[in-house]
């Protein structure tokens, strides 16, 4: 026996089972997007004065990846369009270019979250910070050289719009001066950790996206030459999902890097 | 299971194939939501045993501090060391018993239970539909369930053993504590809650899409409707606690201060974070779950006694509409009563009076369904079998726990309340005298119909009366206890708080800390009082009396209109659904019931 | 899109790329007003409405919410105010606490 309403909407809902289905996920990963956002106002707004950084992020890498994701959103409504209008070569196409541009926002990712790993803040035994990205730390050498800059107390960091942010000079600092040394990771600060847990999490959930959209668009298009009409639900639900992964990054972008 | 009808079926769903499915496809692999049912119900059974004993050996600790658990003392020590010594349970290991405790009980036992067992197993049949709407998502949950709970089992077993932080996980403590139990904990909570929010997309799926023809939403069983709101429950109110549980997993893994407050002092010294934190944050989180949580493990166990009620007075619900109305009102305003449980937090008058007024509020759509099932005995024919004594039971133990609840949601009192051995006897009447007394009641009730079989009613009525005494001589004396102040969670059993030391001012007395011992035998009662059901649940399966026809019980609702067991797709034939879902003692009838599928003849009422 | 008109390619491409130019344009003027010199509060605020404009887009046109049913926006509404819920009353009990002089 068959499960009803698997492709023909039921007629007084006016709906299929997996938009049903994709909707009421859709509705729990706001909620799961809206536990962290939340967390993330009640910590700055409960940060105390001046302790919450500006401009640790940039800005320019964070547009170029909004814009990637915006035109994923389109492509990936474009190849359902395709299946829809019985448009087979079409729908590979644009299924292929939104994989294509996923991967290209998560290599943009993988490059922030680098260079956050290579930036770090070395506290030296005299009471200065200096600040910068690690060139050289070989474990038998008595030096390390970070490409930064010195000041005088961790707080004039978190202003990364400042002058002398981008003050970029070799400095070689022996070891026997480190007091300690943190790379910009989850435990400098809140607003990283904050930062590293949305941007991870939405992370994950692109590559789910890229596996279900890679394998509708690979081993499960078979589905197209034997039930065309499921296959297209299938596209249209896996397209519902990327659009909410689209929708949380336009909230993720301005909060996190512009405000 | 058998694949004889394939020649109908050619949507793909089915595997081209035309061998019998074997033992793992049938048993193991199984997308029949009837075979994820049992999965669920025999996993979640065991865990309930587990979290059973756990409290067992607490319980002993707390009558009889700092001597060894009988009969298991040595085990602990050789698998825990020295927080074992000779079996006497350290107040680490009773603080890892008791947050493993309620963290299995509730997650890992009682949610499963009535979502995953009675809801996967009845949703579908009732709604007339041949099985849930994503059957191999259903199996993934399962799936997921499994290994959420095994990586908590598993807690236990590694060094330093499991989270000791209770069920709530509070930060700071949860994040200092240098052991590896909380990640475990986290890790096991994001598989517990996932597979939970794929099931109730299911169940939601499968209420709205599946129902048969004619099945309109006032002709659903009251059972379902509360499934539905559960499910409500789950998917919306889990996801914060999901991301909470990230956080701290990135607070623990990665040293991150997220939870941590600025200037934190531990062991004497400054800790070594970036503070900033704020403790309250996860309170919220988790509150804000936790709260909706507690509904979802009353409103099914309320569905399945309504349905036993109704079935063994041979007379309609009292108040069908108000019974609907009333569940989807405590669901909405469950949402927003959740720091009720944070009236000790520092928060002001203003927020607190918010709170204070949704709690109160909430309480009205509680009270009206319990007044419909109270009503629904008026002038009825009762069948005190096992499932009723059960569901009857019920209604008083719920009664207590509820009423009970008040003074704990009024701020004024919970300043004297919060934290103390109240709270415990408080919750502990919603659940276990509640909840679980409707979960025994669910499991007599349709054992029949799962085996062909009845279980035996005279162990029934043993294991219902034990239940019965020694769930309240274990919890009623906690509301003394806790009113002169006796606090939770102390491993000592409060001893250096009571009169009996040198010095104590306004103490516990004598008579409060005896209660300790009799709280330990009603344990034991009660743990001895089970027995009979695990015995009566394996004997029954092969020597149990056998049902005379496929609806033994005389039922309306369609799971007793199917074959016995329900044939693998649950109906021969798509049901057609005529009248509502409790039309007993019709007058006109030949019959005191009249099931839904039965065609209007005579005008009946819907 | 509706089944019932059916349209070329095309003209459903332009039309989609329409919506994509609007949100570009949203883009770009969300990123420069994050760098008016206007007090932070209200900065935010543009921003974070020009966030929400954008959102908007992307839900009606790309995931045709506009032409949904009644169930979907049923959950969707039930699930916006339980997250208002969730942030206003978590940020009201932040700020509401007692501020007595302890003597």
Same mark, same amino acid.
């Given at each position: 026996?068959?499960?009803?309403?698997?492709?023909?909407?039921?007629?007084?809902?006016?709906?299929?089972?997996?938009?049903?289905?994709?909707?009421?996920?859709?509705?729990?990963?706001?909620?799961?997007?809206?536990?962290?956002?939340?967390?993330?106002?009640?910590?700055?707004?409960?940060?105390?004065?001046?302790?919450?950084?500006?401009?640790?992020?940039?800005?320019?890498?964070?547009?170029?990846?909004?814009?990637?994701?915006?035109?994923?959103?389109?492509?990936?409504?474009?190849?359902?369009?395709?299946?829809?209008?019985?448009?087979?070569?079409?729908?590979?196409?644009?299924?292929?270019?939104?994989?294509?541009?996923?991967?290209?926002?998560?290599?943009?990712?993988?490059?922030?979250?680098?260079?956050?790993?290579?930036?770090?803040?070395?506290?030296?035994?005299?009471?200065?910070?200096?600040?910068?990205?690690?060139?050289?730390?070989?474990?038998?050498?008595?030096?390390?050289?970070?490409?930064?800059?010195?000041?005088?107390?961790?707080?004039?960091?978190?202003?990364?719009?400042?002058?002398?942010?981008?003050?970029?000079?070799?400095?070689?600092?022996?070891?026997?001066?480190?007091?300690?040394?943190?790379?910009?990771?989850?435990?400098?600060?809140?607003?990283?950790?904050?930062?590293?847990?949305?941007?991870?999490?939405?992370?994950?959930?692109?590559?789910?996206?890229?596996?279900?959209?890679?394998?509708?668009?690979?081993?499960?298009?078979?589905?197209?030459?034997?039930?065309?009409?499921?296959?297209?639900?299938?596209?249209?639900?896996?397209?519902?999902?990327?659009?909410?992964?689209?929708?949380?990054?336009?909230?993720?972008?301005?909060?996190?890097?512009?405000? | 299971?058998?694949?004889?009808?394939?020649?109908?079926?050619?949507?793909?769903?089915?595997?081209?194939?035309?061998?019998?499915?074997?033992?793992?496809?049938?048993?193991?692999?199984?997308?029949?939501?009837? @075979?994820?049912?049992?999965?669920?119900?025999?996993?979640?059974?065991?865990?309930?045993?587990?979290?059973?004993?756990?409290?067992?050996?607490?319980?002993?600790?707390?009558?009889?501090?700092?001597?060894?658990?009988?009969?298991?003392?040595?085990?602990?020590?050789?698998?825990?060391?020295?927080?074992?010594?000779?079996?006497?349970?350290?107040?680490?290991?009773?603080?890892?018993?008791?947050?493993?405790?309620?963290?299995?009980?509730?997650?890992?036992?009682?949610? $499963?239970?009535?979502?995953? +067992?009675?809801?996967?197993?009845?949703?579908?049949?009732?709604?007339?539909?041949?099985?849930?709407?994503?059957?191999?998502?259903?199996?993934?949950?399962?799936?997921?369930?499994?290994?959420?709970?095994?990586?908590?089992?598993?807690?236990?077993?590694?060094?330093?053993?499991?989270?000791?932080?209770?069920?709530?996980?509070?930060?700071?403590?949860?994040? @200092?504590?240098?052991?590896?139990?909380?990640?475990?904990?986290?890790?096991?909570?994001?598989?517990?809650?996932?597979?939970?929010?794929?099931?109730?997309?299911?169940? @939601?799926?499968?209420?709205?899409?599946?129902?048969?023809?004619?099945?309109?939403?006032?002709?659903?069983?009251?059972?379902?409707?509360?499934?539905?709101?559960?499910?409500?429950?789950?998917?919306?109110?889990? $996801?914060?606690?999901?991301?909470?549980?990230?956080?701290?997993?990135?607070?623990?893994?990665?040293?991150?201060?997220?939870?941590?407050?600025?200037?934190?002092?531990?062991?004497?010294?400054? +800790?070594?974070?970036?503070?900033?934190?704020?403790?309250?944050?996860?309170?919220?989180?988790?509150?804000?779950?936790?709260?909706?949580?507690?509904?979802?493990?009353?409103?099914?166990?309320?569905?399945?006694?309504?349905?036993?009620?109704?079935?063994?007075?041979?007379?309609?619900?009292?108040?069908?509409?108000?019974?609907?109305?009333?569940?989807?009102?405590?669901?909405?305003?469950?949402?927003?009563?959740?720091?009720?449980?944070?009236?000790?937090?520092?928060? /002001?008058?203003?927020?607190? +009076?918010?709170?204070?007024?949704?709690?109160?509020?909430?309480?009205?759509?509680?009270?009206?369904?319990?007044?419909?099932?109270?009503?629904?005995?008026?002038?009825?024919?009762?069948?005190?079998?096992?499932?009723?004594?059960?569901?009857?039971?019920?209604?008083?133990?719920?009664?207590?726990?509820?009423?009970?609840?008040?003074?704990?949601?009024?701020?004024?009192?919970?300043?004297?309340?919060?934290?103390?051995?109240?709270?415990?006897?408080?919750?502990?009447?919603?659940?276990?005298?509640?909840?679980?007394?409707?979960?025994?009641? /669910?499991?007599?009730?349709?054992?029949?119909?799962?085996?062909?079989?009845?279980?035996?009613?005279?162990?029934?009525?043993?294991?219902?009366?034990?239940?019965?005494?020694?769930?309240?001589?274990?919890?009623?004396?906690?509301?003394?206890?806790?009113?002169?102040?006796?606090?939770?969670?102390?491993?000592?059993? /409060?001893?250096?708080?009571?009169?009996?030391?040198?010095?104590?001012?306004?103490?516990?007395?004598?008579?409060?800390?005896?209660?300790?011992?009799?709280?330990?035998?009603?344990?034991?009662?009660?743990?001895?009082?089970?027995?009979?059901?695990?015995?009566?649940?394996?004997?029954?399966?092969?020597?149990?009396?056998?049902?005379?026809?496929?609806?033994?019980?005389?039922?309306?609702?369609?799971?007793?209109?199917?074959?016995?067991?329900?044939?693998?797709?649950?109906?021969?034939?798509?049901?057609?659904?005529?009248?509502?879902?409790?039309?007993?003692?019709?007058?006109?009838?030949?019959?005191?019931?009249?099931?839904?599928?039965?065609?209007?003849?005579?005008?009946?009422?819907? | 899109?509706?089944?019932?008109?059916?349209?070329?390619?095309?003209?459903?491409?332009?039309?989609?790329?329409?919506?994509?130019?609007?949100?570009?344009?949203?883009?770009?003027?969300?990123?420069?007003?994050? *760098?008016?010199?206007?007090?932070?509060?209200?900065?935010?605020?543009?921003?974070?409405?020009?966030?929400?404009?954008?959102?908007?887009?992307?839900?009606?046109?790309?995931?045709?919410?506009?032409?949904?049913?009644? *169930?979907? *926006?049923?959950?969707?509404?039930?699930?916006?105010?339980?997250?208002?819920?969730?942030?206003?009353?978590?940020?009201?009990?932040?700020?509401?606490?007692?501020?007595?002089?302890?003597?």
């Amino acid at each position: 026996m068959d499960i009803p309403y698997t492709t023909k909407p039921r007629p007084d809902t006016g709906l299929y089972n997996a938009k049903v289905g994709i909707w009421l996920f859709l509705a729990s990963e706001v909620m799961l997007f809206g536990g962290l956002f939340s967390a993330y106002i009640y910590l700055r707004v409960g940060a105390p004065v001046d302790t919450w950084p500006h401009g640790w992020l940039n800005v320019t890498l964070g547009t170029i990846n909004t814009v990637i994701l915006a035109l994923s959103a389109i492509t990936t409504l474009l190849a359902w369009a395709a299946l829809k209008m019985n448009q087979f070569p079409r729908y590979k196409i644009f299924g292929a270019l939104t994989i294509v541009l996923a991967v290209a926002f998560l290599s943009i990712k993988a490059y922030e979250y680098n260079d956050k790993f290579t930036h770090y803040q070395v506290r030296l035994n005299d009471g200065r910070v200096a600040d910068g990205h690690l060139i050289e730390n070989k474990k038998d050498a008595d030096h390390i050289v970070l490409h930064g800059h010195y000041v005088a107390k961790a707080a004039e960091l978190l202003d990364g719009h400042s002058k002398n942010a981008h003050a970029h000079e070799e400095l070689t600092i022996a070891r026997a001066d480190i007091q300690g040394m943190k790379f910009y990771g989850p435990a400098l600060n809140n607003f990283l950790a904050i930062y590293y847990s949305i941007t991870i999490l939405h992370a994950l959930h692109i590559i789910g996206g890229i596996i279900v959209i890679g394998y509708l668009w690979g081993p499960g298009s078979k589905m197209w030459f034997t039930d065309p009409e499921r296959f297209t639900n299938r596209v249209e639900v896996s397209g519902l999902f990327w659009h909410f992964v689209d929708l949380v990054w336009i909230f993720v972008f301005p909060v996190l890097y512009l405000t | 299971m058998q694949a004889a009808t394939h020649a109908e079926s050619h949507s793909g769903a089915h595997d081209a194939h035309h061998h019998e499915p074997g033992f793992l496809r049938n048993y193991v692999f199984s997308i029949d939501h009837k @075979i994820i049912g049992l999965q669920y119900a025999l996993t979640a059974l065991c865990f309930l045993l587990f979290g059973f004993t756990l409290m067992g050996m607490m319980r002993w600790q707390i009558a009889h501090p700092g001597q060894s658990v009988p009969l298991v003392g040595p085990f602990l020590e050789s698998l825990f060391g020295d927080v074992a010594t000779k079996g006497v349970v350290s107040p680490n290991l009773y603080n890892m018993f008791g947050a493993m405790h309620g963290t299995i009980m509730v997650f890992l036992a009682i949610v $499963p239970l009535l979502t995953g +067992a009675f809801g996967n197993y009845l949703v579908p049949i009732q709604v007339g539909a041949c099985d849930m709407a994503f059957p191999r998502l259903n199996m993934l949950s399962y799936q997921f369930y499994l290994f959420g709970g095994i990586i908590m089992f598993a807690s236990f077993f590694i060094p330093g053993g499991a989270a000791q932080s209770g069920w709530t996980s509070y930060p700071p403590l949860s994040l @200092i504590v240098p052991t590896d139990g909380q990640t475990y904990w986290l890790l096991g909570m994001v598989f517990l809650i996932t597979s939970s929010l794929l099931g109730s997309a299911n169940i @939601i799926t499968t209420i709205v899409q599946l129902r048969a023809p004619g099945m309109t939403w006032m002709r659903l069983p009251f059972f379902t409707w509360a499934q539905f709101v559960a499910a409500f429950l789950l998917l919306l109110a889990f $996801p914060p606690l999901e991301a909470a549980g990230v956080l701290q997993l990135m607070d623990k893994v990665m040293g991150s201060s997220l939870f941590l407050p600025t200037g934190l002092a531990v062991g004497g010294k400054i +800790a070594d974070v970036a503070g900033g934190g704020s403790p309250i944050l996860w309170q919220h989180l988790f509150w804000f779950l936790a709260h909706p949580e507690v509904y979802v493990l009353i409103l099914p166990a309320m569905g399945i006694v309504a349905e036993v009620i109704a079935n063994n007075t041979r007379k309609p619900l009292w108040g069908y509409k108000s019974l609907v109305y009333a569940s989807l009102a405590l669901g909405f305003i469950s949402f927003i009563v959740w720091a009720h449980h944070m009236y000790l937090t520092g928060m /002001g008058t203003t927020i607190a +009076a918010f709170f204070q007024t949704t709690t109160m509020m909430i309480s009205i759509p509680s009270v009206i369904i319990l007044t419909c099932l109270l009503i629904s005995l008026w002038g009825g024919s009762i069948r005190f079998n096992t499932p009723m004594l059960f569901s009857l039971a019920f209604l008083p133990m719920f009664g207590i726990g509820g009423l009970t609840g008040l003074p704990l949601g009024f701020s004024a009192s919970d300043l004297h309340l919060h934290d103390t051995y109240y709270v415990i006897g408080h919750f502990h009447y919603v659940v276990a005298p509640g909840t679980i007394f409707g979960i025994f009641a /669910g499991i007599y009730y349709w054992y029949p119909k799962v085996t062909g079989r009845f279980m035996s009613e005279f162990w029934g009525k043993v294991h219902f009366w034990g239940s019965l005494i020694f769930m309240n001589v274990v919890f009623m004396p906690m509301f003394a206890q806790g009113l002169s102040g006796m606090l939770r969670r102390m491993s000592d059993g /409060g001893i250096n708080y009571s009169l009996a030391q040198a010095g104590v001012e306004g103490g516990l007395g004598s008579s409060i800390m005896e209660l300790n011992r009799v709280i330990l035998w009603g344990a034991i009662g009660l743990g001895l009082s089970q027995i009979p059901f695990i015995i009566n649940l394996f004997y029954s399966i092969k020597h149990g009396v056998k049902i005379p026809n496929d609806n033994p019980w005389d039922a309306t609702t369609l799971e007793w209109q199917t074959e016995t067991p329900p044939y693998v797709y649950n109906f021969r034939r798509e049901p057609v659904v005529h009248r509502g879902p409790y039309e007993y003692s019709v007058p006109g009838h030949a019959k005191d019931f009249t099931p839904q599928t039965e065609p209007e003849s005579t005008p009946a009422k819907h | 899109m509706s089944e019932s008109h059916p349209e070329s390619f095309h003209n459903y491409t332009r039309r989609c790329l329409l919506v994509f130019v609007a949100i570009l344009c949203g883009i770009g003027l969300m990123v420069g007003c994050s *760098f008016a010199n206007v007090a932070s509060p209200l900065r935010i605020a543009m921003v974070l409405a020009i966030a929400c404009f954008n959102a908007g887009l992307v839900s009606c046109y790309l995931m045709h919410l506009m032409s949904e049913r009644k *169930f979907v *926006f049923t959950v969707l509404i039930f699930t916006v105010i339980f997250f208002t819920g969730l942030m206003g009353l978590t940020m009201l009990a932040h700020s509401d606490v007692p501020h007595l002089k302890v003597n």
